[in-house]
């Protein structure tokens, strides 16, 4: 069945460096989300992408959708302690939304 | 606050018992998903609901159900219940029924099982 894989499962960086996320889908999606839990908290929805090759900007964060529409990934630039949480990225599975495991980020300053 | 409402917030049972998780989507929205969130296996999904309707199954065990009542508010019962069973709960919603709607999440029903 779909499957979306995300890596890396942790990242660890200082204030200030950037971050990046990537997933992997084993076929062909027709759009992904991406959502972000904070600690203790509940996914909120952050950003949909549908073209092929799309990439969108939210401040410091940087969306991509790939070519074919099978991968995607989440760019943070100088990361603050804020972003602190787990990102996931999800992709349609008929009527349903599948979700990568998701990458915990750990922000240190 | 997404507007989606789980309850209830914590629970504790014994293996062996069953267990009810109750969701009320947003105002307007027909679907309803469940998910399942454990430390190692991340948001499983389980099951999805559009307007009273079941409309897609994940990963959700035979001692699971759910259903969606006439004002929309879904139920997740839990039966049997292991010590495996311990995780968080989520439900959430969205307008519509396909794939491309963004989902709001509640805060989940955390449920242990002792």
């Known amino acids: 069945g779909q499957q979306v894989m995300q890596i890396p499962q942790y990242q660890h960086v200082q204030e200030g460096e950037d971050f990046t996320t990537y997933c992997n889908s084993s076929t062909t999606l027709s759009n992904i989300q991406w959502y972000k839990q904070r600690p203790g908290g509940h996914p909120v929805f952050l950003i949909q992408?549908?073209?092929?090759?799309e990439v969108k900007k939210q401040k410091r964060l940087t969306f991509q959708f790939g070519e074919a529409k099978k991968n995607s990934s989440l760019h943070i630039t100088a990361t603050q302690t804020t972003d602190v949480g787990t990102y996931f990225c999800a992709g349609p599975a008929g009527t349903a939304l599948i979700f990568g495991k998701g990458t915990t980020l750990s922000v240190s300053s | 606050d997404s507007g989606v409402t789980q309850t209830p917030k914590h629970l504790i049972t014994a293996t062996g018992q069953r267990v009810t998780l109750r969701c009320s989507p947003r105002s307007g929205d027909l679907s309803v998903y469940w998910y399942q969130q454990s430390l190692d296996q991340g948001l499983q999904f389980l099951i999805q609901y559009y307007n009273g309707e079941e409309r897609a199954k994940g990963n959700i065990l035979e001692r699971f159900s759910a259903q969606q009542f006439p004002d929309l508010h879904s139920e997740l019962n839990l039966s049997s219940l292991e010590l495996g069973d311990s995780a968080l709960y989520f439900c959430?919603?969205?307008?519509?029924?396909?794939?491309?709607?963004?989902?709001?999440f509640g805060e989940g029903s955390w449920l242990t099982v002792v």
């Open positions: 959430a919603s969205s307008g519509g029924g396909s794939s491309g709607n963004t989902i709001y």
């Open positions: 992408l549908v073209k092929s090759g």
